[in-house]
């Protein structure tokens, strides 16, 4: 028989104050202030215009144990539009879990994954170890190559090569092209590969 720690809830704008607490204390960078908090959450749960497009929309999801947050796993209710046709979405936002209860990851990936009420949840900065993770709760990569590349506008050449060069010995994910810029000259620009987008299409 399978043990669990905590209990799963939904997350509410109520928790807003005691989240922030709980991601700070996992080194997550949030706004700075009860005020600047509060106007962050309400931005993205009571004033969001998406809102008014989503007939249940959920905020997320909270773990908590003796009344303490040991993990969140956040929502942003956002909509786009196919044709004239409104396609719901929940997109991740700010996910954490305190490493005593890790173990718990799964029931929180469940309640993102399992929502019936959206069209579309979506991913958009799943590091590898996580996107490992959506895959197996039946996300998938976006279908556009390359679309994971990180690009630069470049207004100081001799700045970023520098920058970028120093970089370069201790980070192989680099690899290099040529790009024009300004009047005719070529500079070389190190590009990145960056963070896997997951998305999964709810039938």
């Not at 173990?103 to 019936?116: H, I, V």
């Not at 490992?132 to 279908?143: Q, V, Y």
């Amino acid at each position: 028989m399978t043990t669990t720690k905590g209990q799963l809830r939904p997350a509410s704008i109520d928790d807003a104050q005691a989240i922030t607490a709980f991601l700070i204390s996992l080194g997550l960078v949030m706004p700075a202030g009860e005020e600047a908090t509060r106007r962050h959450w309400q931005g993205l749960w009571v004033d969001n215009p998406a809102l008014a497009h989503h007939k249940n929309p959920s905020l997320g999801s909270v773990l908590e144990d003796d009344g303490e947050i040991k993990g969140f796993f956040g929502n942003i209710p956002q909509v786009s539009w196919l044709g004239d046709k409104p396609v719901t979405i929940s997109s991740a936002r700010a996910w954490a879990v305190n490493p005593e209860y890790r173990s718990e990851t799964p029931r929180l990936c469940s309640a993102f994954f399992d929502q019936s009420d959206v069209d579309l949840v979506l991913i958009s900065s799943a590091n590898p170890p996580a996107g490992k993770r959506c895959l197996a709760f039946g996300g998938a990569k976006m279908p556009q190559p390359e679309y994971d590349n990180i690009l630069y506008w470049v207004v100081n050449a001799q700045a970023f090569y520098r920058r970028r060069s120093a970089r370069k010995a201790a980070d192989h994910s680099w690899h290099l092209c040529w790009v024009l810029w300004g009047r005719c000259r070529l500079i070389l620009i190190l590009i990145s590969k960056g963070e896997d987008l997951m998305a999964r299409l709810l039938i």
